[in-house]
């Protein structure tokens, strides 16, 4: 059964880099069809996708994030990874990873709360 | 980039049918079957409900439906069950940089 677990720092400093990884277990990033992402909600606010990557090479990102965010993968830990920088209290939220197709997220991580204070 | 349009909550008596709209534009909504739908209980992981409009996953109820019309899709809840109260998001695939698009979200409430 296919399962995505988020990992990383619970605290990040203002203007410094957020980074999460995502663990892909029961299944390979590489073998598996569609699309990995990352989602996050603000403290009392909506679900906002930040970016997505398909298994095959080609990445996507959120218009409003695109310059500060940057999806990889390592295939050889079944990872992806999210990178965020120049952070700000803005970008407090619960972070989740997720597998998905053009028309559902179906498997999602738990969440990692990432809270960017000094 | 805007969300998706939802109503911010929606209530309803236990055994009652409720819908929800999520309305968007030629471009995501009307524009492809892309639709899902989640459901999001604090401090729990969302669930997928419903996706490619009307198709729902393995393990989730009937109760649950999903229809579209033009801009809008909705999703139904029949025999509402104390369970269901919870936050609901759509989501749609988009033609252009912003890829996939999530609604405002809407707080369901039994009564």
């Known amino acids: 059964q296919l399962q995505v677990q988020e990992s990383g720092p619970g605290l990040v400093k203002p203007s410094e880099t957020l980074s999460l990884s995502c663990t892909v277990s029961?299944?390979?990033?590489?073998?598996?069809?569609?699309?990995w992402g990352w989602i996050r909600q603000p403290p009392g606010k909506g679900l906002e996708w930040i970016g997505s990557f398909y298994y095959s090479g080609n990445t996507y990102y959120n218009p409003s994030l695109k310059s500060r965010v940057t999806i990889s993968v390592d295939m050889s830990k079944n990872q992806f990874s999210l990178k965020l920088t120049s952070v700000t209290a803005a970008d407090t939220a619960m972070y989740y990873c997720?597998?998905?197709?053009?028309?559902?997220?179906?498997?999602w991580g738990q969440g990692t709360m990432v809270t960017v204070s000094s | 980039q805007s969300a998706l349009t939802q109503p911010a909550s929606v209530s309803g008596s236990p055994g009652q049918s409720i819908t929800i709209s999520c309305t968007g534009t030629?471009?995501?909504?009307?524009?492809?079957?892309?639709v899902s739908w989640y459901q999001h209980h604090a401090g729990k992981a969302p669930k997928l409900m419903i996706y490619d409009v009307t198709n729902r996953p393995s393990g989730v109820s009937d109760r649950f439906s999903g229809s579209k019309s033009g801009n809008t899709a909705s999703l139904t809840i029949s025999g509402l069950q104390p369970e269901d109260e919870a936050d609901y998001y759509c989501n749609s695939y988009r033609s252009s940089s912003t890829r996939w698009v999530f609604g405002g979200g809407t707080k369901v409430t039994v009564l």
């Open positions: 029961g299944g390979s990033i590489n073998n598996n069809s569609y699309y």
């Open positions: 997720a597998h998905h197709e053009p028309g559902g997220f179906d498997i």
């Open positions: 030629t471009s995501d909504v009307g524009g492809y079957n892309y």
